[in-house]
T-cell receptor, first 113, second 109 residues
Framework: DARVTQTPRHKVTEMGQEVTMRCQPI?????VFWYRQTMMQGLELLAY????????DSGMPKDRFSAEMPDATLATLKIQPSEPRDSAVYFC???????????FGDGTRLSIL | KNEVEQSPQNLTAQEGEFITINCSYS?????LHWLQQHPGGGIVSLFM???GKKKHGRLIATINIQEKHSSLHITASHPRDSAVYIC???????????FGKGTSLLVTP
């Protein structure tokens, strides 16, 4: 079965460090989503790409977060500098459009000390 | 106030029971998603609907656009249905996904 692959699965680092999370969407999917999940806020949409172009990143703190798709097989989410409040599980999902079902990766569990 | 409200927040049922989880929203939407998150953390998309009803196995999702309400039903519940069920709505603008806080379901044998 085709799957969305996220790396790393777990990341623990000290505050101030740069964090890069990667996502390989399902081949052929043209939309990619980044989500953050915390106990307090639940799931939040951070950014959304269609055909590698960012269409909505209004949910993302712009001063420290950046999301890119260098090519159709790779999406990245970077945090620089990281802060303890960034600790969360970050999910990537891909699909064939925002009005289509989304396939989720297993998530990256990030802990900022 | 969250634009998407789910009820109940927590639900415990015995195996075999019929289960209903509700989702109400306050914005105009073009579609609604039901997601399932297993205890291990993985998220699966169960349904995406914009009108009427969809059925997949023992799961049924309905939506009433006029009343801004959707329900997820599980017939003949089983312990493996234990998970968090999350409702998410896609606004009419087409870009913003708003999530409910989730309903934690435990089905006991």
């Amino acid at each position: 079965d085709a799957r969305v692959t996220q790396t790393p699965r777990h990341k623990v680092t000290e505050m101030g460090q740069e964090v890069t999370m990667r996502c390989q969407p399902i081949l052929g999917h043209n939309t990619v989503f980044w989500y953050r999940q915390t106990m307090m806020q639940g799931l939040e949409l951070l950014a959304y790409f269609r055909n590698r172009a960012p269409l909505d990143d209004s949910g993302m703190p712009k001063d420290r977060f950046s999301a890119e798709m260098p090519d159709a097989t790779l999406a990245t989410l970077k945090i620089q500098p990281s802060e303890p409040r960034d600790s969360a599980v970050y999910f990537c999902a891909s699909g064939l459009g925002i009005n289509q079902p989304q396939h989720f990766g297993d998530g990256t569990r990030l802990s900022i000390l | 106030k969250n634009e998407v409200e789910q009820s109940p927040q927590n639900l415990t049922a015995q195996e075999g029971e019929f289960i209903t989880i509700n989702c109400s929203y306050s914005v105009g939407i073009s579609a609604l998603h039901w997601l399932q998150q297993h205890p291990g953390g993985g998220i699966v998309s169960l349904f995406m609907l914009s009108s009427g009803k969809k059925k997949h196995g023992r799961l049924i999702a309905t939506i009433n656009i006029q009343e801004k309400h959707s329900s997820l039903h599980i017939t003949a519940s089983h312990p493996r249905d234990s998970a968090v069920y999350i409702c998410a709505v896609l606004s009419n603008s087409g870009y913003a996904l708003n999530f409910g806080k989730g309903t934690s379901l435990l089905v006991t044998p």
